[in-house]
């Protein structure tokens, strides 16, 4: 079967030490072994991760015709003690203001864990996630 999509090109530039720029073309980015002149692949893989779910997030709500003012995700990422010390679990915390019910909330951070999010799909699947919603302002003033 054919990929629906193109597929996805990153190239990589030295920059000494632990230092790379990576380019897609359209952005340039440096990761950083480090931790100094940019992010560890693992920061950016727990960002990509983070903003993979709240992009479906946004997206799933306003489909839903509902009205998402902000939204902010806190990601812990535990990894494991031995090489490759991979990430074994991950902690969200979703800050969201919306007018959405808690419910239609919760089926978007399901849809995007179950279908949607092609980071954590392409992550380990025993990797543990827990997601937490806490609400901007109570939903009565939402409204």
Known sequence: MADARPPVIVNL???????FTAHDGVHEWVLD??????PTPVVALASSLAG???IDIVHILARGRF??????VN???HRA???????VRVEMRIILDTNAPQEHID????LSREKYCSVWHSMRQDIEL????VRARPRSEAS
């Open 107 to 110: 089926r978007a951070i399901a």
């Open 81 to 87: 003690d031995t090489e490759p010390r991979r990430f």
């Open 13 to 19: 530039e030295w920059d000494g030490d632990q230092a």
């Open 33 to 38: 072994g480090r931790n100094q002149a940019g």
């Open 52 to 54: 993979c779910i709240a």
């Open 75 to 77: 990601l812990r990422g």
């Open 130 to 133: 827990e997601t937490t919603v």
């Open 67 to 72: 009205d998402v003012v902000a939204l902010e």
